[in-house]
């Protein structure tokens, strides 16, 4: 077996430039999709991370009540997008509870509520977009 040199992942470009390139096509692509099958989608992202928020509240392991109180539905990179986080200021320690440190054993709550309603949120989004395009083709 002969040697070969290492392939490039990210290219000469650097994995940040990839990114910058998905990201405007992505908003690229965002702009082809109308007006009401977007706002209808939106309804769908909405309704399904405040879900996933309060399930994962509701999975936050109760001390003080400062980390369940912490998760909360911000937005996303862009309209069709949400992000449910989990962590501020008054509890730093998310992460560390998650994921358990060599002190101390993992407690999750976050990604067990996420698996938790994939396949309700999938369902949720596929209906809207369908709904949608039903409405916005005329059919």
């Known amino acids: 077996m002969g040697s070969r040199e290492p392939t490039p992942l ?4 650097g994995v940040s430039s990839n990114k910058a390139a998905l990201a ?5 692509l965002l702009k082809t999709i109308p007006a009401q099958v977007q706002a209808e989608v939106e309804k769908a992202l909405d309704k399904s991370a405040h879900e996933f928020a309060d ?22 990179a862009d309209n069709l997008s949400r992000t449910v986080v989990a962590g501020d200021q008054d509890a730093p320690q998310a ?33 809207a977009v369908n709904k949608a395009l039903k409405k916005w083709g005329g059919g």
């Open 10 to 13: 990210a290219g000469a470009g």
């Open 24 to 28: 405007a096509i992505r908003r690229d």
């Open 55 to 76: 399930n994962a509240q509701a999975l936050a392991p109760r001390q003080d009540g400062d980390l369940a109180d912490s998760v909360r539905v911000e937005p996303g």
């Open 95 to 127: 992460t560390f509870i998650e994921f358990g440190t060599p002190n101390a054993d993992a407690d999750p709550f976050y990604w067990p509520a996420f698996r938790l309603l994939e396949k309700r949120r999938s369902g949720q989004i596929n209906r």
